[in-house]
């Protein structure tokens, strides 16, 4: 091999052709030129004869290679057809086809194998041509099928296209509609708002104490209505003047026989059956109250805040109110709530036009900022309404379609829950809790155990979330009868057989009336309706209009419910001891009472003189005949109220809730206990959506509104009753617990190193503040913050300790005691010099940070930090020397009112920002804030003032009378006139229950209602300087002259205590935050503590009436 590899590599050598050899090439290719040119010539002619058959018969040997490979063989056996093709695919030359086609091989070949290569061609082909046409026909039905389908796609597309178009123009048009629509809500409103005001304006002028009033306008009739303002316990006691009010002269009585009977009313249930209402009742879905907020609401939110353009949402809903349910279309921005109603609508049109005058949203407008509590609500037994609370203390409800719309509308809403009162957090899935879930999560079943909160307010918190409100009739609140006791001169509240036995309902307290009612259920012969004890309700729209008939706008609702005209009689409400009768007799009376029959006694009057009839005995119905043992309707209702707060009732209480809100309601357990009312008032009875006959379902809508509504059910297990009075008298802090008797009446004086009258005293005690203090002011204007201690109390009350025990509840400002920091206490600005330094001139914020001071010169009152002395703000508003101020009662996060007299004869009420700490509600504009509302009537200095933003109303008096009534909006109630001596008003003090105690000059008091009825009167023989009410509003203390604090009984000033004598007069007096120590500004200089014991006189003076 490396021979071989060295003989390769060897370089050729190019000088070996020998050179003999070049003219025999040279002569070859002479040659094969002239052979070239015969060739050329017969080529061309092969080329021109053949160049037509010549390519196809190239093309069916390439197309037929394989078989003709297979068959064309030589004589020995080679493949002539593979040589061939390889110049016919690389020529287009004819000769080498010629030449094949000529050869002797491809003859032979031919004879021998054309018949049967003929044939196999024939088959080749044929199976070619039917493999041609099957993927011919494949790919032509694969052409149309897509074809097909893009025809179809364009087919949607356009349609898809088309429908956007129309949706879109649908969008535009709905949009526009809406825009117009809400155009003309707004014009609505307006037209609405500007007749109010104008209203306002008329009522503020032509006023007995307004700029056109006479002293003829006094002799006039004023008419008045309910207010739908609520207090904190949702009581509605506010009257208002009503433009629309009359005697109703032109209304008759009814005849006994425009009455049907129970069993009227019973044939006609029967027309509607039950086997097309009875719903299934599905547990109820229990929603996860834990944490900040569900997914669900998260998503909802998400999607809300989505939703562009000015209308986030837009329904079909009805505005549910007193004997009124008007349709329209509600819409909600990202700020506010519409409503408007259609006025179109045939059953709106047919509503009596006195009934609107009364209803309130028909073309509604209200705020985000201003809803306090959102409530889902059932309206005709469904699940499909709202309630929303606003701030000035009203609601509205709505009925929607379906549920869905009502979770809608609710997380369109703000975040506020049910309000701040319950315990609950402030969520939209509490807004949409079942009343249920609402009490098994609300805190208020705990402190009404505790004896924190009041029957009243317990009864009331059950009423709200079990659905029953104001603006359905069908589901006014419904409270018990508590009393049995209604024919003897006296009431002895410590006898058990004046209280009724509240472990059984109504229609079961009469033994023979029990067995009447528990054979009707034995003997139930309907086999198309359940089987009840009762065919009528505790609690119907007929029988709350029936309690209310006096008073407007009741009256006027009664009316439009009975055909324009009053009861018959002796039907109509004339006595409490004949109602109470009645529903111990009549077999279709098992009426239970409404709330007003413990706050209101104006129901109880005909102030408005109507002709209400005689009765057979030849007695006129006017007034409601109280029981003997109440003198006036104020006392039936204080002694009705505390016989629901007394210790027998307390006991029973929880029995009676088992029975209206919990497990006795129905079941087996209501059977047991005679409570089953008509199939037509529990809900889940009827899904009303499921009934396709619309006079079927108007039947079933009319009996459900005839028959009443039972409260939603809250527990299904028994509810627990309430700590006894005994047990928390040993709880350290108990409201209840008496004083030791032998304890000393003065706690301590604190005296200052100046002798400066202390004239204005602000006890905040509150233990969550960030400083308890006792703020006092002297008549020099030096302030001191003094330190409360929370250590008077009982052994093992919070914060006490064996080394506190002895110390003292106040101790003095450091500052003022060590005279070290006295620029710091000292109001230096100047004041006029007219101005008597009172208790009038000075307000303390609930959190002791800040002092307001007037009398300024420059016609302002100005805003103090009680930490440093420094001038924070100062606010004009008034035309002359600010010479009073006052400060409402402080809610949530500080805020309250600030009322302000002046010489200008006008009040200016303020709002003041506990968040930042100024007057106004803009930190940005706090050089020039503007007041709430201005008050106008006086004719001279107004004097004194006092402010109640739970009531919503501030009383002010002038330098000579009178005394006057606003509310906090501006409008002019009344005046609240005294005995003819009674003139010279100088201090006023009023309490969320409705005293307004007012002092007048020379040892005069009255007590006034808030609705301007004199309740009582006293002269005392001292100059009073002083005066508050305790927080319930039962008791008064006052303080003067003489240096003596005495306690009265505030509805008619019975003496209750008088302390020892002070050796100073008394200026200024506030009490602790648990209403257990009195702190009084003396003359001298000093302040001087006091234990009082308000429970220890109430138990001893409201046992016997």
């Known amino acids: 091999m490396l021979a071989c590899c060295e003989v390769d590599q060897c370089p050729p050598r190019q000088d070996l052709t020998p050179p003999e050899l070049k003219p025999v090439n040279s002569l070859t290719g002479v040659q094969a030129a002239s052979r070239g040119a015969g060739q050329c010539s017969i080529t061309t002619k092969l080329e021109r004869a053949l160049e037509k058959v010549a390519p196809l018969l190239r093309e069916i040997f390439v197309d037929f290679a394989p078989f003709l490979s297979r068959t064309l063989l030589g004589s020995h056996g080679q493949e002539l057809l593979i040589e061939g093709l390889v110049c016919m695919k690389s020529s287009t030359s004819v000769v080498e086809l010629v030449m094949l086609l000529c050869s002797q091989e491809w003859q032979n070949s031919i004879q021998k194998n054309a018949g049967l290569a003929f044939i196999e061609l024939i088959n080749e082909g044929r199976l070619l041509c039917h493999a041609m046409k099957d993927h011919i026909v494949r790919v032509a039905n694969e052409a149309e099928f897509i074809l097909n389908r893009q025809r179809a796609e364009d087919v949607h597309k356009h349609s898809e296209f088309e429908s956007n178009c129309a949706q879109y123009a649908a969008d535009r048009k709905e949009e526009e509609k809406m825009c117009d629509h809400l155009i003309s809500a707004a014009k609505h409103r307006d037209h609405v708002t500007a007749n109010q005001l104008k209203q306002k304006i008329i009522n503020i002028l032509t006023n007995k104490h307004g700029a056109w009033g006479t002293v003829c306008q006094s002799q006039m009739h004023d008419f008045w209505r309910l207010d739908y303002w609520e207090d904190d316990l949702r009581r509605r006691r506010r009257f208002v003047r009503n433009p629309f009010g009359s005697t109703h002269l032109d209304v008759t009585c009814k005849s006994l026989q425009e009455y049907g009977s129970e069993e009227d009313e019973v044939v006609k249930s029967k027309k509607v059956f039950r086997s097309q209402t009875v719903a299934s009742q599905n547990p109820e879905t229990e929603l996860m109250l834990e944490g900040d907020e569900d997914a669900a609401s998260l998503l909802q939110e998400k999607e809300m805040d989505n939703v562009g353009g000015p209308v986030v949402l837009s329904s079909p809903a009805q505005l549910v109110a007193p004997v009124l349910v008007a349709r329209g279309t509600l819409s909600i921005t990202t700020t506010e709530i519409y409503f408007e109603v259609d006025e179109d609508d045939p059953a709106f049109k047919r509503v009596d036009s006195k009934v609107l005058a009364y ?50 509308v609710v997380y369109s809403l703000p975040r506020v829950g049910v309000g701040t009162s319950y315990g609950l957090p402030q969520a939209r899935r509490i807004s949409l809790a079942t009343p249920r879930q609402l009490f098994k999560s609300s805190n208020m079943t705990q402190r009404w155990q505790r004896r924190e909160i009041s029957n009243f307010e317990y009864l009331m918190f059950l009423n709200t979330i079990a659905g029953r409100t104001y603006n359905d009739l069908n589901q006014y609140p419904v409270f018990p009868w508590v009393l049995t006791n209604y024919d003897s001169e006296e009431l002895d509240l410590t006898l058990p057989g004046n209280f009724r036995d509240l472990s059984k309902p109504i229609g079961a307290l009469n033994p023979k009336r029990a067995a009447f009612y528990a054979d009707r259920y034995e003997t139930w012969e309907d086999d198309q309706t359940p089987p009840c004890h009762y065919n009528s309700h505790y609690s119907t729209a007929a029988s709350t209009l029936h309690w209310l008939v006096r008073i407007e706008p009741f009256t006027t609702f009664f009316h439009s419910l009975n055909g324009n005209k009053f009861d018959h009689p002796d039907r109509t409400f004339s006595a409490i001891s004949r109602s109470w009768r009645n529903c111990q007799r009549d077999t279709s009376d098992v009426k239970e009472l409404i709330p007003e029959f413990y706050y209101l006694p104006e129901m109880f009057v005909n102030s408005n003189g109507y002709h209400l009839g005689m009765r057979e005995d030849r007695t006129m119905v006017c007034d409601v005949d109280l029981p003997t043992w109440a003198k006036k309707t104020e006392d039936f209702v204080r002694i009705n109220r505390m016989a629901l707060e007394s210790e027998f009732v307390s006991c029973q209480l929880h029995q009676w809730i088992d029975l209206i809100f919990g497990y006795k309601q129905r079941g087996p357990e209501a059977v047991r206990a005679l409570n089953v009312f008509h199939y037509l008032t529990y809900e889940s009875s009827v899904n009303l959506d499921s009934i396709t006959d619309p006079s079927l379902r108007e039947a079933t809508e009319a009996q459900i509104q005839s028959f009443g ?108 005691a060590n005279n070290t920091g006295s620029n710091k206490r000292q109001i230096t600005d100047l004041v006029d010099q007219s101005i008597q330094i009172t208790t009038h001139c000075f307000v303390v914020t609930a959190d002791n940070r800040y002092i307001l001071v007037c009398g300024f010169w420059d016609k302002s009152f100005r805003v103090y930090s009680s930490e440093t002395g420094k001038l924070t703000q100062i606010v004009f508003g008034h035309w002359d020397v600010v010479t009073c101020l006052a400060r409402s009662e402080s809610y949530i996060g500080g805020d309250c009112y600030i009322v302000s007299g002046s010489r200008d004869a006008t009040l200016l009420l303020w709002y003041w920002s506990g968040r930042h700490h100024i007057i106004g509600d803009n930190p940005n504009n706090s050089d020039y804030p503007a007041p709430r509302a ?21 009383i002010s008096g002038a330098k000579e009378g009178p005394c006057l009534v606003h509310t906090i909006t501006g409008d002019l109630l009344r005046a609240l006139e005294g005995p003819d001596h009674y003139q010279c008003p100088r201090l006023i003090s009023v309490s969320s229950e409705g005293h307004c105690i007012i002092y007048y000059e020379r040892g005069r008091f009255c007590n006034f209602s808030i609705n301007g009825k004199l309740l009582a009167q006293m002269e005392v023989n001292d100059s009073t300087r002083a005066i ?69 006189w109430h138990y001893e003076h409201q046992n016997r009436y």
């Open 359 to 408: 209803t309130e949203g028909l073309h509604g407008k209200w705020m985000f900022s201003e809803i306090r509590a959102v409530f889902s609500r059932r309206y005709l037994l469904q699940n499909t309404a709202v309630e929303v609370f606003m701030a000035n203390r009203t609601s509205v409800m709505f009925n929607f379609p379906d549920q869905a719309t009502v979770k809608k």
């Open 709 to 816: 509504q039972t409260p939603s059910q809250l527990l299904i297990e028994p509810h627990p009753p309430r700590s006894s009075a005994m047990h928390l008298c040993f709880l350290p802090q108990s409201p209840l617990m008496f004083k030791d008797q032998m304890q000393q009446d003065v706690i301590m004086v604190l005296k200052f190193p100046s002798n400066s009258p202390v004239t204005h005293v602000a006890a905040n005690t509150l233990p969550h503040l960030t400083v308890p203090a006792v703020v006092t002011v002297t008549c020099s204007r030096l302030f001191a913050v003094n330190r409360w201690h929370n250590t008077v109390g009982l052994r093992g009350a919070p914060g006490y300790s064996l080394e506190q025990a002895h110390h003292l509840p106040i101790e003095m400002d450091s500052l003022v």
């Open 934 to 954: 201005v008050l106008t009537g006086h004719d001279q200095e107004v004097v004194c003032v006092a402010v109640c933003a739970e009531l919503g109303l501030v």
């Open 1028 to 1096: 508050l009410l305790s927080s319930d509003g039962h008791n008064l203390v006052t303080g003067g002259d003489n240096g003596v604090v005495e306690v009265w009984q505030a509805c008619d000033f019975k003496h209750l205590y008088i302390y020892p004598g002070c050796d100073a007069g008394i200026r200024a007096m506030d009490l602790s935050h648990d209403q257990r120590t009195l702190i009084t500004g003396m003359a001298s200089g000093s302040i001087v503590a006091f234990n009082i014991d308000f429970n220890r």
